[in-house]
């Protein structure tokens, strides 16, 4: 089984009461601008036997993305200057047997200004890669069930870094381990 899928996508988001008066001082400001997103998205995903995949790849136009500055003498949520974000995303499964299963993603992305004084930088906290592998295990039926998956973050801007001058956080791998189940 292939299927070829697409989406094209016009989204927005509103300031909410926190974010438009909950940390401003005084006067309020009411100048907070609703983010929206331009987004289009193709891709493939498949089936064969026991291997489940898919990969797509996207590209994103926001405008007045939302950001909270926490220092002063901002202290308040801004609207950004235009971003892009375009990658492509890929995961897979593999059932080995009836109660084994390894599951992974690989992801990059780039997220950069389009306009305004850092028109060309990174968006801070966006990494460029990251990934998973896993594996799932029914140990007794699905009441229950073990989980591992390593994952990766790659090295990104700082938080407020739109400048692009700080260091970048560096990447980091995790192992999360889970003993869960579920009952009907």
């Known amino acids: 089984m292939l299927a070829v899928f697409g989406r094209v996508a016009h989204s927005f988001r509103t300031p909410n009461v926190d974010e438009r008066v909950g940390v401003n001082t005084f006067p309020v400001d009411f100048n907070l601008k609703t983010q929206t997103s331009r987004d289009i998205e193709g891709g493939l995903r498949g089936r064969f036997g026991r291997l489940a995949w898919q990969t797509s790849v996207y590209d994103m136009q926001l405008t007045n993305e939302i950001l909270f ?51 060309g930088n990174d968006v801070p906290l966006v990494s460029r890669w990251w990934g998973n592998i896993g594996v799932s295990a029914d140990l007794y039926q699905k009441y229950v069930v073990f989980d591992a998956v390593l994952r990766y973050v790659g090295d990104r ?9 700080q260091p970048l956080i560096p990447a980091h791998t995790t192992v999360d381990v889970r003993l869960g189940g579920q009952v009907q």
Do not use: C, H
């Open 69 to 119: 500055i926490p220092f002063p003498p901002i202290g308040a949520n801004i609207n950004l200057d235009p971003t892009r974000r375009y990658g492509v995303e890929t995961a897979a499964s593999l059932d080995l047997t009836d109660t084994v299963r390894l599951k992974g993603a690989l992801s990059y992305t780039r997220a950069k200004f389009r306009e305004g004084i850092y028109a």
């Open 157 to 165: 801007r700082m938080d407020n870094d739109q400048a692009n001058f």
